[in-house]
Structures are given as C-alpha cells and as structure tokens.
C-alpha cells in the first residue's frame, strides 16, 4: 500500500492559490521568530564590547569563582547566653507538664522542649482522664509557630499598644455601667475554675455581665438532656474498656463525640483476653472512624436511628413503638437486646445525635442498665456551650441591648450558622473586642482584636472532669505581643495581680485542700484525695418523662430530601487549627484524603444523582461537584465523595475546612460546612445537584481493598480465635523448598545474623486496639521532621509520611467473604472466573468491613532495600533498624523500587527553605519546631522511618551514662507514644521480660508478607472480630 | 610553643625565688614584728580564703583590706577582739546590732560574709599582718632585667648556633671557590686546553632529553600522576578545616585559664559531661572568677618578648577582662550588675556538618576520653584552633582503636562479657561494639 494518501495540514489547502498555503511551505514556523527583539538592534548589537567569547569568559570565571567560593566554609556563630537558666542544657530536652483547653480539645499533656523551644507533644501518663494527645492536639505544637499569628493587637487593621486598648476598654466598660446596657463575654468552653471565678469577679466590679460560652459544635442536645435529668449542665462521662457489649446511634466516639478522648478506654476491651473481648454495633449514617471499628455496622440515617434507638428502649422494657425501619436493622436491634439481656451491667448505649430525646432516653437506659461503663456522678465539663443563651445573645445584639461584646477563643463569623446575623448585631454593639491567635474571618468585623496568647504561651486550669483538675503552664515566653484573655480581664478589673497568682491564690483556697502546689504544677494533674470528693451518695436523679421522648422519637419521619449529617473530622476538629500544615496533610483516616473536605455519598444516591469518583491519568482522584440546599441556604462547588457504607439516603459533610480570612494560600482548601449548620443541628435535611466541573482530590490511598489477600490484615473471629489452634487462624505461609512445602519462615537465603548479643528492636502493632485514629502519624511527623508537600504534591502520591495508616474495605460484605472468593476462582471466565472476579474485588461493599493497619518501614532483617543500593547508603544495624544515610544516598531510588512495603519516600524537592513550599519550613518561626536531633533530609534523597533510632541511642546513652540497665518500657518511638490505644508496643526482644518480647511469642502474631522472607522486626496481631451472635 | 613554655618555668622560678628572697628579708629585717603574725602565712591564708571578695587596695564584693586592722581602729575604734569576731561569724555581730556591722552589711548590698569559724585567732593575725604591710610586690624592673637575661641566654644559645655554621659554611664556599680558582690556574699553567673539553660534550641534556620519546613520555605520565595525586590531596581537604583559628571578639586565652591556671575545661564546658553539646560557657559562669580578677598580672616578671611582639601585654589581657565586663554588664565601681549586656558572638570553630549526630556526653563522661585528644593541647593554645581534622575517616580510625571503657557500668556487663566471647578478645573496641554502623551518627 504505498502511500498515495495526502495529509492535509488544514483546510485553506483544498485552495491551491489561497496565500497561507504558499506562506506555509516556505516557513517552518507560522509565526515570525522575533529575532528582531533581541538582535534587531543592530546599533546597540555592535556597540556593545561583549562579544560571544567574552560572554563564555564571564561565565566561566563566574563559575569558577562560585565553586572556588563554595570551598571556603561559612563563619558560624555561637552565641551564648550572657546569664544561663539554671535548667536548660544546650541539647538536652525538657519535659512540662499542661493541658490543652482549646474549647474544642481538652487533654492533659506533656511538652517536650529544647532550647527553650517546645517541640512536641506527647501524652501524660499520669492523667486519669484525656491523658491521649489526638492528631489535633499533637499537632497543635506547629500552631505556636505559625508564621500568620497576630503579632500585637489591633484595631481597624491597625497595630496598636495594649495600653491603649486597655484605656478604651475600660473606659467604655465603666461608661456602660448603669446604662442597662449589657457587657457580652461570648466565650469557649473553659471548663477553668479560676477563669469562672474571674469572669464571677468581673461581672460583680462591672455588673450586667452575661457570661455566654459557645462551642463551635455544639453538644447542646446532650447538655440539656444532662441537665434536665441531673441537674448540671455537664456531659457523663464513659468508660468504654469496661463494656462488653457497646451499642451506638451515631456516636463517634473514637472522634470528637463529646469532647472525644475515648479511644485509649475502648482499646483496652478490644484486645481479646481470656477469650472476651467487648460487642460493639454501630448504627450510623455517616462511615465513621466508631464505625469502621464496629464489629457490627449498621448504616441508618439520621431518623432511621431515632426510630431504632426508641425501639431498643420499647424492647429492652418489654413494650414496643411504632415506627419503620429496615428488616436488617430491627435484626440488628434484636440481635443487640438479646446481647445486653446477658449481662445487662457490662452494657453501654450511647448516642451523638443532636436530639434532646435521644440523649435523654440514652441516659435511661444506661441508668437502668446500671451499665458500669456509664459515670454520671463524676460527669465531663468540656463542653459547655448554650445554643439558647447564644440566640439570646444575637437577638440582644440585634436589639441593641448589647454595649459590649467581649470574645475569646471563639470565631462566630466563620462558626456560625447565622453569621449574617451576628454580623448585624455587631454593628450595634458598641465595643467589639475579640480575642484571638490568627485573624480570622470575625477580626474583619470587630475593631478591636486582641492578639491571644497559643496555650503553650498561657497559664491556666481545668476541671476535665469532676474532681479531675489539670493546669496550664507555659513552655515558652510569649513570642510575640500578646496577652491572654483572663490576664487582659484581671487588667480591666485594675488587678495589680497576674493570672498565675490567681490561680495559685485559687488553688490553694478551692483546689488544692492541703495539696502539694509545686507537685500539682509538675505533675500537670490533680485529683484530690477521694475522701474531699463530694460524693454524697446518690445524684439527684429528676423524673424526666422518657416516654413522651420515646415517642417522638419513634414518629421522626425524614423530611423528603437527603438527610445530611455534619460532621468533624479527625485531622481539622472545628477548624481553629486549619492554618496548621501538618493536620492539612493528615489524610482523614476513613477517605484517606488530605487537604480537602467533600460530601460523603452512598454509591445508590450517586449513581441515581449521576455523581461520580474517577481516577485521571495521573492516578488521582477526581469527583463531581454537588450544590448543596439547607433552607434555602445554598453551598456550591462541594467535591463529591462516593463512600462506601454511607448510609443511602443519607450524606456527610465535615466542618472545619473553608476558611479564607487570615490564611496562607495553600491553606485555605475545603467549603465551609457551618452556614448549613442550622440551628445547631448536625442533620439537616438537603437537597443535593450535581454541578459542573470534577474536583481534584490529594488522595493518599487509591486502591480500597485487599483483592482478598488476606495475608496482609489477617483476621478471624472470636469464635474460631477461642476454639481452634492458632494454625488454622493464623496460617504460617507455605512456600516450595526442594519440591517439598514448607513454612516460609523457615527457609532462608541469606546466613543470618546473631542477633541474640545487645538490644534488637521490634515493634508490636495489635491490629485489634488500633481504631486508626492517626495521632501517631501527626507525633512521627513532629519528630522526624517530616516534611509538608502540599496538596499537589500528595495528589501525585509524593506524600512523605513515614508512618501511613492503611485502611481497607472489603468488597464482599466481610473479608472472609473475599478471600474466600478469590479461592474460588475457577478459570479465566465465567461465573467464577478471576478474570470479571477481579475486577469486582477491587469495588468496596456498599456497607462493607473496615480494616486499619499502620505501615512504616518493616526493618526487615533480610531488607531487599539494602542489596540494591549501589552507593550502600542503606544498611542495617545490629539493634535490628534498616538505616539510611542521607548523605550517602545519591537518589536512584532503586531500593523505594525493591521495597515490597512502599515506605520509601523520595525528596522531589528541597522542601525547607523553599518558598515554593510555603508551609512552616521556609520561615524563621516554622523552623522553630524542628527537632535538632534528625536531620533535615534536602532535595534527591530517600527518606524514611528510622525507628526512632534517634531515640533509642538516647535511652541507651542515658542509661551508660547513669551506668545502669535499660528497663522495659524505656525504649519507646514516637509513634509507640503517641498511642494511647496501647496498639503499639516498643521495645527490645532481647530482653526476655520485656512485653513486647512477650507480644511476639503471642499465637496472634504475624509479620507483613511473611512468604517473601524479608524477616520484619515490626510484627502485627492477627485482628479478632467478635461477630458471635447471641 | 615548647620554647615558650621553657621560659615560663625559668621565670617562674626566678620570679619565685624572688618573692622567696624578698618576703625572708622582709622578715628578717622586721617591720610589725609586735603585731604578731606572720605576713608570709597572711598571704597564703589571705589567697586561699578571702581573695574571693576582697583585695588589699581595692572594693570587690567585699571592701578594700589593706591596713583593715589600723583603718578600724582609727576610724572606728574597733579592736582586733571585733575582727576575730567579725571574720569568725559576721552574721552575728550584725545580729548584735552592731552599729558599724550594719554599716558595712548595708553598704555591700547586704551581702552576708562567708563565716570562718576555722580560722584560729592566730591565723587571723597573720592575716592581718599581711594586709597591714603585704610583701612588696617584685619589682618589676629587676625582674624585667632577670627575664631578659633568661630570655637572651636562651636565645643567644640558638642564635649563636645558626650563626656559627653559616660562617662556617660560608668560609667553606670560598675555600672551595679558591681552591678550584688555583686548579685552573695551576691547569693553565700545565698548557691544559680546557675549551676542547667542553666542545666535546656533544649535545645539550635537555635536547638528548627531547629526543628520547620514552622518556618524554614517562615524564608525562608522571607528571600526570603527581598531578592527579596532589590535585585529589586539595580536593579532599575542602571542608576540612584543620588548623581554623578564627580572630573572636574577645582574645580568650585558653593557655592562661587551661594552662597556666589548670582550670578544668569541664568547668566552663560543663554541658559536656550530659549533653551532646560542649556548650559555650555563659558569661556568669566568667563571672564566677572575674568578679574578683579584675586585671591580668599572670606574667609576674612581665610579658616576653613574644608576647609582646603579639601584644599580649598585661594592659591587654585586662582591656580582654574590661570587654567581658561590658558584655556581661558589670560596673566594676559598684560591684553591680547594670543590666545592660550584650551576648558575645564567638565565632564556631568545630563545625560539624548537619548530618552527622556527635554527643560530647557519650565520649567524655561514658568513655572517659580527655579533651585534648579531640581538642588538641588546648592548654598550650592562646588562639585557639581546630586541631582534629573532624573528617568521618578520623572519626572511624578512633572508633577502631579505642577501647570501650566497661569497668563499673552496669549497662555494659551483659554485652561485654558475651561479645566478648563471640570475638574472643579480652577488651572490645568501640567499632565491635557497633560503632561503625552508619545508623549510630547519621540519622
């Protein structure tokens, strides 16, 4: 077929004659080159001196002189201090015992501190109750040192001196007095004794004070139900370890339900032990981080839930409702009745939906259970805020009844529903003050904006939880011109005294009781001794008419459209830190994406809506846009996410993302979910439109299921845990030797190493006690210095989190259900065939199973990574860590090739002092954070978890030092730390006694991919479901 | 430097046999014989437990002493009873109320005198004695003659040395020269042609030289190589600065505090006994001393004749003393702090690269290794200076042949006694610990 066909270039060439086409042949180019733009100017061409030659003589020499230059070292200076305090070492850390009272977070913490710089955040183990830092609080450290903090305080936009603020403060203050005119605090949650003493203090000196606390998510619901039935406005606290059988109506309560800090207490009874471990079903709309660690989910919207929660009270009293439900559902329910009938004590009913009745029938049934998970007594202040006062305060301020408005903590033009209001009565207020670390979106409205101290700045106290008392102290000396909001108070009270004295003049009257207040201070926590509790037998318990809430319940109907629940998410809490770079980055657990948040869709409601998830080219996730209606308030240009498990007819949104005032450009990602927060109530009804265009996530995880490989989370379930041999559970891989099948662990193709002298490391993962909740990555990102990339960079999957938290799906309805299909495969084609069965496991369940598994570097013993280094910048140590020289590497990236783990992560870039990155490594503040023991990796090298070893040479060291013996417990790695979940375990094998020694003799341990021999010293326990049915 | 060190002794025992010879014939030929007490003990006494706080004719913490016991008297009408009890419990007579007790507590910002209830009433004399007429100081000129001599007598030896042989070479040059000179002459004389001898050498060595391909070319490939040898050798050394001695702010002499006053470096250093940084000492701790040592008498004979040409004059050292006070805000009239201070920028002299982690802690309290093997003689330094090469091979080569120091640590009972029968050596180094492992510094 020789070629006689014409191409034609375009159609002006059917015209022989036409000009272009003539001008076409002659030129290569269709545009002129301009020449002429850069040598037309013959004059000045030939004027010039510089000829081609000379231009090569510049270069070279400037070339030279710059390598010659790069030979000669830079004078570094070292500057002492002219007076040394007596307790900072250069280069050795210390410790201070605080607390995180944010209004949204309340955990009692240590700080680590270097230089006088904290650094980090880690638990404090000597708290009883919110001793575990989440992945917000442990990130919170990087908050202190962002480069858009307030610097001073301000008004209209302009800098000005706290003296100043202060006369105009008082002056108005003192002229409103007797006018009848109110003063507004518009406050968080402190849960503070001494700040409740101090705002008691002001409103008595200035008199019409109306304290109002507000939270930015509100736990009105549970509050009021609380209050009517107890008589204090508190939260009841629980202690899920103590449950055996956990039923939930949409609690999150390994998040933020409540105030959060549950996850170390459920852990506990996750663990099987004696061959008991605890039931726990979830009735959810939303696929939450509690849900995907249920052992039984059952998705319901939001009034599905109120119907399912009034029929377990009807049928745990022997009566019944009214009401409609879905057949699976009211098995569930049944299913669950029968459960807590065994042994009603060990049971626990909790619920986060936003509904007076719910909550107060929750509390009946954990009070008649007589569930010893359930404390009443003792309840939780943390959060305290009344969404009736606050309607209150904004129609006084719409009023004009309001002369001053003072706010702190809180930011009521991005948090509330009805902002436009609050807008409104602002302009009628006379003095508008807010306190705040950032300018935010209501500093625009406020002329005053006091610049606030960060909690690592402040004193302070708390009461977490009745007859738990914490304090606040600061790590450092405020960094720039701040104050924080009860030191501006005692101010304006013409107190000469500082809050630190208030507190401790408090303490010693009200807290202490003969308590020692130095020790307090260092231990951060208080408990005064039982006997000074006030525990006069039993609460009053008012007669709250159950059975009216009971049946309203059972008669909620939806109200036609989708039923939307908002909710927050692990990584952005209420938005307060989502400036904060680290907790931008941190995938949410459940979606795996950073960066972003999205309404979560049932894969029913997308398709029948023609919404869609798709992966581009590049890997990527990309989704619709949806335009979402809550009473005709309208959010357009929502990303949309198909989850699966969601709930059909239900979807989710997530509060905290959206800001744009006072923001880093990078940061402002996400809608703002609050003005769809109507009334305060999480569900709203909505209607949801596909809108043009696709969304680019940053996705972190793009393949959802384990395509039943069920050698990578190995399960079983408690029945078959309890009654089989662990060889049947937990399979030791086979593999061919000499035609003959044996354990995998047995054959080697390397000599092995005496590992038997010295420490060797191992890390135990307990894939029952993980709930995935992430605090670990955000604590190793903190100490390792890990890199920010920035969304576009995690969208190209050049994340660089050593510690990722893998979460999986299960395209049956369990994952026994996958493996088991895939070892059904017969053939190509057909029913059974791999080829179409494939492709179906790689789609997840509409309500399937959840899986987490935290993977770092396995630091295997036999690491396929070390052979193919070239340049052997990586090796392995004695003490059984996989090490990485950076400076040795040269970047082929061979060994990220060979690693069958994907732990490896390349530096694409020079991520520090690059303002191409503009997150906290490229200015003077951010770098502050930095741990000065790790090396800052640069530009063309791997990277990767170290475990720690910069830590376990410190303990090691120490215990030289001391000349003494390393005791168990010692060794720990940042992640192992930050897991209060006591999912991971530390610590050195050799040592006999250890627990982690102990953990691997276990019969539930496994490694990773054991049948490829690489010989991991990180191990993980086999996950035990606890499907029985009663 | 040796030399250097040479001429301190012979002065100091100059110096010494001076003061000797002085405070004998002091006493000898008597002055306050009816005083009691013994000046030569006073002055010990004096250095060892009040020097801290006071000098003779000058206000530190305490006031000025000299002639303490007649100013009293005079001024006061207080008699030696009120000294003994004074030096032996301050604090009390103040709480007796004793007028001019309170006077002087008020006046020295209320700061309590050390009591020394050890001091017997005769050491107290002595004291006394040596602050009523202290053996007077050397006399500088006579000691500036002594050192000079010492000096020349030392430096004549070298010098006449170097002389002599060039003379001698000198003379042996001419000789030769005289020697070839009558040869010829004699040559001439015999009718010896000496210019045919020279045509007949043929061809110049360096044409022969050119000629010879294979000469050529194995010069080349020397020349090539030597090349490479040495431009690898300057290659090798950039970031390496071994020898660094920067100029810093203040000229701190570490010959004076290390060496000459043998002040333990872990002193001033003393994060380096628990962290990983040797730390730069903070100006209090400077303070500790200076607020008593005022000015630098160290040379008592007077600076030599090197220091000099360096300018290390005793004026120098103390104008060295006067920036650290204005540094560290000290007003050397009042005794006081004014609180204004300006933190010294030293410049860094061992730098180690980001990448490598060193511990000071693990090498000076675990192994015990002393300063000097890293540092250098740092008592011998009045500059100081890098004096390791700090290259990762240094660092390695130690770590080969340095013993692991495992006596009384219970930490290392257990690894060392079975790896040591793994190796089958009765000590093991630091790299058969599992010092060599990359992991172990760079992380």
New interface residues.
Partial sequence: MASNKKYWKSEAELNPNDSIVEALRQNEFVEEIPVDEFLGDKENLSSTSTNRRDFLKYVGFSTAAASLAA?E?P??????????PERI????ANYYATTIANGFDFASILVKTREGRPIKIENNTDAKVNGGANARVQGSVLSLYDSTRLQGPMKDGEPIEWDSLDADVKAKLNALKGTGKQIALLTQTYASPSTSKLIAEFSEMYGAVNHVVYDAISEDAALSAFEARYGERALADYDFGKADVIVSFGADFLGDWQGGGYGSGYSKGRVPKDGKMSKHVQFEANMSLTGANADKRVPLTPMQQKVALAKLYAKLNGSSVGGEIPEYAQQAIDGVVAEIEKNKGAAVVVTGLQDVNAQAVVLAINESLGSKAFDAKAPKYVRQGSVESLDALVADMKAGRVGALIMDGVNPMYTLPNAADFAEGLSKVDLSVTFTANWNETCESVPYAAAANHYLESWGDTQIKKGHYGLIQPTIKELFDTRQFQSALLAWMDSDKGYYDYIKETWNTEVLSGGDWNQALHDGVYVPVADTIDDSGETDVSVVDVSSAVNSLSKSVSGGGLELTLYSKVGMGDGQQAGNPWLQEFPDPISRVSWDNYVTVSKADAANLGLINEHAANGGLDGSYAKLTVNGVTLDGVPVLIQPGQAPGSIGLSFGYGRTVGMKEEMKTGVNAYPLYQGFNNVQSVTLEKSAGMHEFACIQLHNTLMGRGDIIKETTLEIFNTKDHAEWNEVPMVSLNHQEVEATSVDLWDSF?R???HHFNLSIDLNACTGCGACVVACSAENNVPVVGKEEVRRSRDMHWLRIDRYYSSEDTFEADNTKKEEFDGLSGEKGSLGGFGELEGPAANPQVAFQPVMCQHCNHAPCETVCPVA?T?H???G?N??????CVGTRYCANNCPYKVRRFNWFLYNNNDEFDFHMNNDLGKMVINP????RSRGVIEKC?MC??KT?KT??D????????KDGEFQTACSMACDNGAMVFGDVNDKESKVAELKQSDRMYHLLEHIGTKPNVFYHVKVRNNNEA | MKKVTYRNQISRVFGFSLVVFLLFSGTVFGQDEAAGGDPVKGKALFNQNCAACHALNRKMTGPALANVESRLSEDEGLDREWIYAWVKNSSGVIKSGDAYANKVFGEYNQALMTPFPTLSNTDIDDILAYTAAPPPAPVVAETAVAEEVSGASSGISNELILGALVIIFGLLVMMLVLVQRTLKRIAVANGLDLEREKAEKGLPLWKAFAQNQFLVLVTVVLLLLSGAYFAYGWLMQVGIDQGYMPIQEIHYSHKIHAGDNKIDCKYCHSSARTSKHSGIPSLNVCMNCHKSIYEYKGNAEGPSKEDLANGYTNEFYTGEIKKLYKAVGWDEENQSYTGESKPVEWVRIHNLPDLVYFNHSQHVSVAGIECQTCHGPVEEMEIMYQYAPLTMGWCINCHRETNVKVEDNEYYAKIHEELSKKYGVEELTAAQMGGLECGKCHY
């Fill in positions: 030979c070292g004078v570094k200076k070292s500057i002492p201090y002219v007076v040394q070492i250069p280069g050795v005496d038997s002298i010295g910048a090796s140590g004695r003490q860590q090490q990485m020289a950076y400076n040795r023991d790790v090396t800052v170290s070893i910069q040479q090691i060291l215990a030289k030092r001391d000349g003494r013996v390393i």
